[in-house]
T-cell receptor
Framework: SQKIEQNSEALNIQEGKTATLTCNYTNYSPAYLQWYRQDPGRGPVFLLLIRENEKEKRKERLKVTFDTTLKQSLFHITASQPADSATYLCALYGQNFVFGPGTRLSVLP | GAVVSQHPSRVICKSGTSVKIECRSLDFQATTMFWYRQFPKQSLMLMATSNEGSKATYEQGVEKDKFLINHASLTLSTLTVTSAHPEDSSFYIC??????????????FGEGSRLTVL
């Protein structure tokens, strides 16, 4: 069956470091993959989209990689700040959207 | 600003009553909207796809008579939880895509509605 996993339920890092979040999937061939940020009690907010024929995409301090052979996407936040603390969701799009369980990132001052 | 608006943000109701949640696309027309349910510390679970002018498509295991969806216009979809019970308490979120914005693939989410059934 199709499955999406994100490396850990929670991740704590020190301010200024690079946060790396992982999204792995099985039994899926997505046309593209997305990353969203969700703050407590709010709806998710779109961050980045990467297509199956793209290896890497950047937006300001964010970088996403997509390896369709490994069936994995890495999401990096460089020079992390306490304001980056949130839950980050990966989402795959094939016939419809399927979301991963999320990783709760805490950036400690 | 927000491109998808959801209302109400919080609602508390008694068991057995019905609750309606509205989802509006503010500056684009959405022929399709999506309704999700989210339990604490869990991911979004797609409940149904709302199609303007036609019946909604429900995911497996979602009771269509329990969760009534109406998409009467290109900017409004409603989710009605009928005869609500405490186990229906959850965070409900709607989303839509604007094919003319950005990459065209991103989902714009509403602010979510926290339903508590007493």
């Amino acid at each position: 069956s199709q499955k999406i996993e994100q490396n850990s339920e929670a991740l704590n890092i020190q301010e200024g470091k690079t946060a790396t979040l992982t999204c792995n999937y099985t039994n899926y061939s997505p046309a593209y993959l997305q990353w969203y940020r969700q703050d407590p009690g709010r709806g998710p907010v779109f961050l980045l989209l990467i297509r199956e024929n793209e290896k890497e995409k950047r937006k300001e301090r964010l970088k996403v990689t997509f390896d369709t052979t490994l069936k994995q996407s890495l999401f990096h936040i460089t020079a992390s700040q306490p304001a980056d603390s949130a839950t980050y969701l990966c989402a795959l799009y094939g016939q419809n959207f399927v979301f991963g369980p999320g990783t709760r990132l805490s950036v400690l001052p | 600003g927000a491109v998808v608006s959801q209302h109400p943000s919080r609602v508390i109701c008694k068991s057995g009553t019905s609750v309606k949640i509205e989802c509006r696309s503010l500056d684009f027309q959405a022929t399709t909207m999506f309704w999700y349910r989210q339990f604490p510390k869990q991911s979004l679970m797609l409940m149904a796809t709302s199609n303007e002018g036609s019946k909604a498509t429900y995911e497996q295991g979602v009771e269509k008579d329990k969760f009534l969806i109406n998409h009467a216009s290109l900017t409004l979809s409603t989710l009605t939880v009928t005869s609500a019970h405490p186990e229906d308490s959850s965070f409900y979120i709607c989303s839509a895509r604007d094919p003319d914005r950005g990459d065209g693939g991103e989902l714009f989410f509403g602010e979510g509605s926290r339903l508590t059934v007493l």
